[in-house]
């Protein structure tokens, strides 16, 4: 009688609810997740999205006749083993491939081929990519070419018409990278600051020093004549919108910033010991915001933070960075440094504004500097939002009103990524000046390429949403349709998840919020603005992944998840609204896959089983009750 009450309590307890989870769901670890940089890459990577298997530089290359000598054409060949001396042999037998070298430590033979043999080198065995070996050199112009920006360049886009604030230290008026647009070497700041009619076009168009008098916040002149009396503001601007002019032999255009035709606008914060307050940040936020339309300042790089800040806040009710917030709602895409200092949960303020563009640093490979900080913030958001090269940029060294000479120097860290990227959305908004800030984000991190350095999972802590390629960033802003935007049913159920980030240093324990659906439902979305919208679109972030495309049902817009291929866990897909006159900028949408509910003969069985065990239960109780009140007797 005993075991059967016990089984009657094991048959109660493990009946539990088939509805939604408690507010904290169990995590899926990060390595259980689909997809690793090291296994089969080749086959997703976004750095090949025609799939011939060569790097899409490589495909450039192939165009440029400086980069064909007597027809050949210098690429990496990746192997799908440690190539040995005979695969050398192979390749040039094969394909008439001549070796220079052969690594031991990295799948990869370099060396040259005739562009014809290339599908006979790609045939050969083991061979399994090709990419184009670039030249390297340890200046801005390293920069640019690894993001793809001269690609932009190319096609016409330089940044023309728009004009990005630099929060900084100043600006240096008489540098010839930025004091004109082209480049007169008579140029200085006595012959176009102050003169009605000067003879140069002014670069620095406007500049605000929220360190001068008056502090009564009454003071909106922009007219003050451009100042750095520390230099590292002027370094900012010549990676943002510098057009390279100084000493043609030893520097020339090779240290053009991102967007040469952009205009600045100064807006100095930090003294010339590179310090400041939050009143002058904020001071300077505000002044920026209220001149936007005056100026059409569209973009914003802010490389300040850490040793002045009395205390490392991350809550969005901060008040400077409640500011940048509201930037951002003013139309200006605001780029924040997120900081040196290396470990997981180190963003400060105002870097872990939520709207804003965090950047992160890396190295000219690609790799994530190792002073670059790193997420999540404590509400839980996800930093940095991408990260760009910061390492050994080159750019504008303020001395030269000294030394009589237009002069560079390289400085690393996250504050040289951060203009580079104000100027990659400058290039972004003169190709649809319609975007919005948030728009350029989201297309900015939906083209990004895909990195990770602890968590294989994207978006991450580590790099954001990757690396950004501004070539693939600007086919996709001239596609949006601005007329057209998208949610998320804010009916949709949300699941909690306790996530700690450590990197062996520090550990960082951060509540993640995802939107729930189990395998068998469907996500709705809502359409928004006047444009006309006829089919949702959507696609993994972890893989390479190509857009699934659902025409809308009776107007409204669906994506199943019963045929997608996810397993259960988390993921984040991106989905975008597609109608005659483009697309909608894609939104990010973190989910928590759920396994399906039982089948409905099941559930509908449920409550019978329910009350046969509890019928069951009660009867054993009685039978246990009347058993000993008899063998009492």
Not at 183 to 201: K, L
Not at 303 to 314: A, I, K
Not at 319 to 342: E, Q
Not at 515 to 529: A, C, M, S
Request: with cysteine.
């Amino acid at each position: 009688m005993r075991i059967l009450l016990v089984a009657a309590l094991l048959l109660l307890s493990s009946v539990g609810p088939f509805g939604l989870p408690e507010e904290v769901a169990p995590v899926v670890a990060a390595e259980a997740l689909p997809g690793s940089l090291e296994t089969r890459w080749w086959e997703w990577t976004a750095m090949d999205r025609d799939r011939n298997r060569m790097h899409d530089a490589l495909d450039l290359a192939l165009l440029e006749p400086r980069f064909v000598v007597d027809g050949r054409v210098e690429v990496l060949v990746d192997f799908d083993h440690m190539p040995a001396a005979v695969d050398a042999e192979l390749l040039a037998q094969g394909a008439g491939f001549e070796v220079s070298w052969r690594f031991h430590r990295i799948p990869i033979i370099a060396g040259s081929v005739t562009v014809d043999r290339l599908p006979e080198l790609l045939a050969l065995p083991g061979v399994v990519f090709l990419t184009h070996n670039s030249p390297v050199e340890l200046q801005l112009d390293g920069a640019i070419p690894e993001h793809n920006v001269d690609t932009v360049w190319d096609l016409g886009f330089d940044g023309t018409g728009i004009t990005v604030a630099i929060i900084d230290t100043g600006i240096d008026p008489d540098h010839l990278s930025i004091n004109d647009m082209d480049d007169d070497a008579e140029c200085t700041a006595a012959t176009i600051q102050g003169v009605p009619n000067p003879p140069c076009q002014k670069k620095i168009i406007a500049f605000y020093d929220a360190l001068d008098e008056p502090r009564d916040g009454n003071d909106t002149s922009g007219n003050a004549t451009p100042y750095d009396d520390h230099g590292h503001g002027s370094h900012c601007a010549g990676i943002s919108a510098g057009t390279g002019e100084g000493s043609q032999e030893a520097y020339g255009a090779l240290y053009r910033g991102a967007a040469p035709g952009a205009q600045l606008v100064g807006v100095k914060v930090l003294s010339g010991s590179g310090s400041g307050s939050f009143v002058e940040v904020m001071r300077g936020l505000q002044w920026t915001i209220d001149n936007q339309e005056k100026y059409n300042i569209r973009a914003a790089s802010m490389s300040l933070g850490g040793v002045w800040v009395v205390e490392l806040t991350q809550e969005q009710e901060e008040r400077v960075t409640h500011l940048a917030n509201l930037m951002v709602a003013a139309g200006i895409a605001l780029t924040i440094a997120a900081g040196n200092s290396a470990a997981y949960g180190t963003i400060g303020t105002p870097g872990a504004a939520r709207d804003v563009i965090t950047v992160g640093a890396t190295e000219h490979d690609r790799e994530l500097a190792i002073y670059s900080s790193k997420g999540p913030t404590h509400e839980g958001y996800i930093k940095p939002n991408i990260a760009a090269i910061g390492s050994s940029v080159w750019s504008v060294q303020n001395d030269d009103a000294v030394s009589g000479e237009a002069t560079y120097v390289a400085y690393s860290g996250t504050s040289m990524a951060t203009p580079l990227v104000a100027g990659m959305v400058a290039l972004l908004n003169e190709a649809n000046p319609d975007l919005s800030p948030l728009m350029v984000r989201a297309i900015l991190e939906s083209t990004s390429e895909y990195r990770w350095l602890s968590h294989p999972v994207r978006p991450n802590n580590d790099y954001g949403w990757g690396f950004p390629e501004v070539d693939a960033a600007l086919v996709e802003a001239q596609l949006v349709d601005p007329t057209i935007n998208l949610s998320l049913d804010p009916q949709t159920p949300q699941v909690t998840h306790r996530e700690t980030y450590d990197d062996g240093n520090s550990s960082s324990e951060v509540n993640i919020t995802r939107w729930f659906v189990r395998q068998d439902g469907e996500l709705h979305f809502l359409k928004g603005g006047p444009g006309n919208a006829t089919a949702i679109e959507w696609r993994n972030v972890l893989l390479y992944d190509s857009w699934h495309t659902l025409l809308a049902r009776d107007g409204h817009f669906y994506v199943p998840l019963e045929n997608s291929g996810l397993e259960p866990g988390n993921h984040t897909l991106w989905v975008r609204l597609a109608g005659p006159e483009g697309i909608s900028a894609p939104v990010g949408i973190t989910i928590h896959l759920a396994e399906p509910l039982p089948d409905s003969g099941a559930v509908a069985r449920l409550p019978l089983l329910l009350l046969a065990g509890v019928m069951f239960a009660v009867g054993a109780a009685a039978s246990i009750f009347f058993w000993r009140r008899s063998a009492s007797s």
